[in-house]
T-cell receptor, first 114, second 114 residues
Framework: SAVISQKPSRDICQRGTSLTIQCQVDSQVTMMFWYRQQPGQSLTLIATANQGSEATYESGFVIDKFPISRPNLTFSTLTVSNMSPEDSSIYLC???????????FGQGTRLTVV | DAKTTQPPSMDCAEGRAANLPCNHSTISGNEYVYWYRQIHSQGPQYIIHGLKNNETNEMASLIITEDRKSSTLILPHATLRDTAVYYCIVRLPHGSGNTGKLIFGQGTTLQVKP
């Protein structure tokens, strides 16, 4: 299984500011995924990040609000820009196993916007 | 939209088998059935997956009906630590232009009681 480290684990931010979340994997992976989990809700896929190409965003998510970087096969960042209280969520990074048969998840970043 | 339907909640007595149903009547021929669970404040954890045949691993068994329109996850001897939200997901395999992304529904909250 892959070991995924996310930083920060939690943060409290002022509205209007931006936060960059880091996702570090202990092995090289092709696909990385970013999810959002709003309070009491299920996970919603934000975007898929493939190394060397632009991220692919799901409906309802745009690059200006959630820019993603994928500089190499073990690392990615998600920025939550111009935050509002509605952005208060848990943000999770996920990668596929080497055989692409299952996905592993980080422990998430708990973001509170005040 | 999620392509699966699950009951929102279920209870199970500790030590008894927990049987969690899932309907996926629109599943296509090459989509797999996956089960994940999310224990409070943690990232989702992979449990098991299957295509047509029943599957068993150290955590659970997966029973898929012959027409593949529904499945059941079986935790043979539920413990208090199995209390979690269980997600049933249908997923295209990674490759041939598919990213292998997971789309989560609302899941079933399983409460294991002493």
């Amino acid at each position: 299984s892959a070991v995924i480290s996310q930083k920060p684990s939690r943060d409290i931010c002022q509205r209007g500011t931006s936060l960059t979340i880091q996702c570090q994997v202990d092995s090289q992976v092709t696909m990385m995924f970013w999810y959002r989990q709003q309070p009491g809700q299920s996970l919603t896929l934000i975007a898929t990040a493939n190394q060397g190409s632009e991220a692919t965003y799901e409906s309802g998510f745009v690059i200006d609000k959630f820019p993603i970087s994928r500089p190499n096969l073990t690392f990615s960042t998600l920025t939550v820009s111009n935050m509002s209280p509605e952005d208060s969520s848990i943000y999770l990074c996920s990668v596929l196993s080497p055989m692409n048969t299952e996905a592993f998840f980080g422990q998430g970043t708990r973001l509170t916007v005040v | 939209d999620a392509k699966t339907t699950q009951p929102p909640s279920m209870d199970c007595a500790e030590g008894r088998a927990a049987n969690l149903p899932c309907n996926h009547s629109t599943i296509s021929g090459n989509e797999y059935v996956y089960w994940y669970r999310q224990i409070h404040s943690q990232g989702p954890q992979y449990i098991i997956h299957g295509l047509k045949n029943n599957e068993t691993n150290e955590m659970a068994s997966l029973i898929i009906t012959e027409d593949r329109k529904s499945s059941t996850l079986i935790l043979p001897h539920a413990t208090l630590r199995d209390t979690a939200v269980y997600y049933c997901i249908v997923r295209l395999p990674h490759g041939s232009g598919n990213t292998g992304k997971l789309i989560f529904g609302q899941g079933t909250t399983l409460q294991v009681k002493p």
